[in-house]
């Protein structure tokens, strides 16, 4: 009987040491494959290692000092390495948890140096990239990613938002609701300047149709003003705004009928998902590789912001009375 007793005893222990072991197993496979992506020396790499070591703290049920030391390594070569600002957060808080953990009977003192040393990197790097950047190293960015973030820090330049709702109609039938403007960079970032086209929607609900043409712009997109919004958003996968994309017609602001070769392309598009009420939002441009920065500090732009629960008959009409209007036509009758 007492046999059968310390037997009953032993068996879950053995099962909890088996369990115990089979964790830190699965750990390790992951560490050596974190360890060789991060020596691929690439972003995707770097990527790849960092999700390789979650998997290894998933396994384990908890972190330790290898995982945080290649973690740290990973972090600061997609910083310093890729430019890529948002990990600046990232690299530091896992340096911080690092040197809090450091413990010598269980971590080498060279490879504790070694990543002791890394920090004095990323501070001579922040210095190097100056303190416009400074906010990325106090909140994390990395679920947004760096253009959002320099949005974010640079939303108070912002122009004041154009506001819009879904009671407002573009007008009588013989105006045609063209708004003209100049984009003013906000910032700089991998040689292109950045623009924003700040709006807020009224108190109802609805779909974007809008449509825009720019000289000098190059890519374009939408987010949430509010970061908090756009952190939400990105969790829930609502970032998706923009479907039925066109771009066959151009547009003369002036309605003369002369065919020209320099009629900007008009590029229009309806959201993909319903705006919220009384939300700010900003459509974002940046500048075109094919001009200089100098060029590119302010560009011109025509556009026209509707809020509407049927976006595509608004462009349908839209494009109808500017046709008809004889200011937009299509790239064939253009003679393109």
């Not at 790499?45 to 030391?69: H, Q, R, V």
Request: glycine content about 4%; aromatic content about 14%; some cysteine.
């Amino acid at each position: 009987m007492k046999k059968l007793l310390s037997l009953l005893l032993w068996l879950p222990v053995a099962a909890a040491t088996g369990y115990g072991q089979e964790r830190d197993l699965i750990a390790q496979v992951h560490y050596t494959e974190a360890e060789t992506y991060y020596n691929s020396n690439s972003a995707s790499g770097f990527y790849s290692c960092i999700e390789k070591l979650d998997k290894a703290e998933k396994a384990l049920g908890a972190t330790n000092l290898k995982i945080l030391a290649l973690k740290t390594e990973a972090y600061a070569k997609l910083a310093m390495k890729e430019d890529i600002y948002s990990c600046l957060y990232l690299a530091d808080s896992c340096l911080k948890a690092f040197i809090g953990r450091y413990d010598p009977t269980q971590f080498s003192a060279a490879r504790y140096e070694q990543i002791k040393n890394l920090g004095q990197e990323l501070a001579t790097y922040k210095e190097l990239i100056g303190p416009q950047y400074a906010q990325f190293y106090t909140r994390n960015y990395t679920r947004v990613g760096d253009t959002y973030g320099l949005f974010d820090i640079n939303k108070h330049k912002m122009k004041p938002p154009l506001l819009l709702s879904p009671a407002m109609r573009p007008g009588r039938e013989d105006d045609f609701p063209i708004i003209a403007d100049t984009l003013r960079s906000l910032f700089e970032y991998n040689h292109k300047n950045y623009f924003a086209l700040p709006f807020k929607t009224g108190p109802e609900q609805g779909y974007l149709c809008w449509w825009f043409t720019a000289d000098k712009t190059g890519a374009w997109y939408m987010a949430y003003k509010d970061i908090n919004r756009q952190l939400k958003a990105e969790a829930e996968r609502q970032t998706s705004f923009f479907t039925s994309f066109y771009n066959n017609y151009v547009i003369n602001p002036t309605g003369k009928m002369k065919r020209s070769a320099v009629w900007p392309t008009l590029f229009v598009q309806r959201s993909a998902i319903k705006l919220e009420p009384n939300t700010e939002y900003f459509i974002w441009f940046s500048s075109s590789k094919e001009y200089t920065l100098q060029e590119t500090a302010s560009v011109p732009v025509y556009y026209f912001l509707q809020v509407t629960d049927d976006p595509d008959k608004a462009r349908e009409n839209l494009l109808e009375r500017g046709i008809k209007k004889k200011i937009i036509r299509t790239t064939s009758s253009n003679g393109y």
